[in-house]
């Protein structure tokens, strides 16, 4: 039998002879302590402990509190309560949980005592275990439950407008993610909504609000969509609009406000205390033009890319981060998508990303890489790929990454396709 540690409680530290001869002979390692003793003790100075045997004298309270004292140090040892001649003292102990020890004190009897608990605890421990290892497959499935409900969240396919490239690569840095990103049809096709965004926070609750804040996005940009369509509709015939609207941006800033400004007012009057925001980029396309308007929410600039070797345009802020002020702000930004060029979009896991060293990959390396990259979209996000896995190494990924490419192809790049 493997060698048992027993602390002995007892108010005067002392223990019946024939116990603690009993307990000699069958090679158990005996502490005596009072109560006091053990309670007042430094996390980490108590003994190995595997049997608590408390004279049972003491009160039940006492003993509990004095075996939660050894749970702490996560011993958690089997609680035996010892009569000499009061045997109706045990009653309380035996009431409570505990094991039992009464005269006379026999080592074989005693041996068997201690390998009654040895089993018991090993018995606890395997269920523990058991029951451990069961919750953490429950919650493994409920995560991936979530994964597959959030997936459903992001668009299967993106559309291709006649021309044009887009192409996302997403890499959520745990089970569910945070980050998010959506491609849409505005204003009866004539329009390309482009969404990338990042919740704060990961995890399940970060992707709660992520589900949430495309939810809103997505369901009001399509029905102001709708509206201010209606609405221009009946400045004229459908020929003259399409013209006209080709001119005037207000046909994608409509559903881009209403989108933007609508989910900020939601949160911040109804989630303002669970403290969850989201930076984004919302910008709307028109793919004949390449006339982008867009809002950029608190987010990392997008870059858009030349094909002729042109300085990279930022797009920076115009607005703060979305579900942070009540009533906040939000200012249309502008910007020219030519031919060639390509619009590249992605979160602060792009620029956060960390090498074994502790160093962020960072603006200004991203700039770099974006000047040495194939401009056309996929090509793009291939070299990004490759880049931040050399970059990163066998460090973990800390934080989802986003990246989205959308390229105006060259009239020539159209007919080789």
């Known amino acids: 039998?493997?060698?048992?540690?027993?602390?002995?409680?007892?108010?005067?530290?002392?223990?019946?002879?024939?116990?603690?001869?009993?307990?000699?002979?069958?090679?158990?390692?005996?502490?005596?302590?009072?109560?006091?003793?053990?309670?007042?003790?430094?996390?980490?100075?108590?003994?190995?402990?595997?049997?608590?045997?408390?004279?049972?004298?003491?009160?039940?309270?006492?003993?509990?509190?004095?075996?939660?004292?050894?749970?702490?140090?996560?011993?958690?040892?089997?609680?035996?309560?010892?009569?000499?001649?009061?045997?109706?003292?045990?009653?309380?102990?035996?009431?409570?949980?505990?094991?039992?020890?009464?005269?006379?004190?026999?080592?074989?009897?005693?041996?068997?005592?201690?390998?009654?608990?040895?089993?018991?605890?090993?018995?606890?421990?395997?269920?523990?275990?058991?029951?451990?290892?069961?919750?953490?497959?429950?919650?493994?499935?409920?995560?991936?439950?979530?994964?597959?409900?959030?997936?459903?969240?992001?668009?299967?396919?993106?559309?291709?407008?006649?021309?044009?490239?887009?192409?996302?690569?997403?890499?959520?840095?745990?089970?569910?993610?945070?980050?998010?990103?959506?491609?849409?049809?505005?204003?009866?096709?004539?329009?390309?909504?482009?969404?990338?965004?990042?919740?704060?926070?990961?995890?399940v609750g970060a992707a709660l609000f992520m589900a949430l804040i495309r939810s809103l996005l997505r369901h009001t940009a399509e029905q102001s969509g709708l509206q201010s369509l209606i609405a221009a509709d009946l400045l004229g015939e459908e020929t003259g609009w399409r013209e006209q609207s080709r001119a005037i941006p207000v046909v994608g800033a409509t559903p881009l406000l209403n989108a933007v400004v609508g989910t900020n007012n939601?949160?911040?009057?109804?989630?303002?205390?669970?403290?969850?925001?989201?930076?984004?980029?919302?910008?709307?396309?028109?793919?004949?033009?390449?006339?982008?308007?867009?809002?950029?929410?608190?987010?990392n600039p997008p870059v858009l890319v030349s094909g002729e070797g042109k300085e990279p345009v930022l797009l920076e802020p115009t607005g703060p981060a979305v579900g942070v002020i009540p009533d906040g702000t939000f200012s249309l930004g502008y910007a020219q998508i030519g031919p060639g060029d390509t619009l590249f979009v992605y979160t602060d896991g792009v620029t956060e990303a960390r090498s074994l060293s502790g160093r962020f990959f960072g603006d200004e390396q991203l700039l770099t890489e974006l000047a040495r990259a194939a401009v056309r979209g996929e090509e793009l996000l291939d070299h990004m790929d490759g880049v931040l896995s050399e970059f990163v190494g066998p460090s973990e990924q800390s934080d989802d990454i986003t990246m989205m490419a959308v390229h105006w192809r060259l009239p020539d790049d159209n007919q080789t396709d």
């Open 266 to 299: 939601y949160l911040t009057r109804n989630h303002i205390r669970q403290g969850y925001f989201a930076t984004m980029f919302f910008g709307v396309l028109d793919p004949l033009t390449g006339n982008l308007v867009y809002i950029n929410g608190g987010h």
């Open 1 to 203: 039998m493997l060698q048992t540690n027993v602390l002995l409680l007892d108010e005067h530290r002392s223990a019946p002879p024939e116990l603690l001869k009993a307990l000699d002979s069958v090679g158990a390692v005996v502490r005596i302590r009072t109560p006091a003793d053990v309670l007042v003790v430094q996390h980490g100075q108590l003994p190995a402990t595997e049997v608590l045997l408390a004279y049972a004298g003491l009160s039940p309270h006492t003993v509990r509190a004095v075996a939660r004292r050894l749970d702490d140090e996560g011993q958690r040892p089997t609680v035996v309560a010892f009569a000499e001649h009061d045997l109706h003292l045990l009653g309380s102990h035996i009431h409570a949980g505990a094991d039992y020890l009464v005269p006379p004190f026999y080592p074989d009897l005693v041996r068997a005592r201690l390998r009654d608990c040895h089993e018991r605890a090993n018995f606890t421990r395997t269920m523990e275990d058991v029951t451990a290892r069961a919750e953490l497959l429950s919650y493994e499935r409920e995560l991936e439950i979530g994964r597959e409900i959030q997936m459903g969240f992001l668009p299967e396919s993106l559309p291709n407008p006649d021309g044009w490239e887009i192409h996302v690569r997403f890499r959520p840095a745990r089970t569910v993610a945070g980050d998010f990103y959506d491609v849409f049809e505005l204003v009866n096709n004539r329009r390309l909504a482009l969404v990338v965004a990042d919740v704060c926070d990961k995890g």
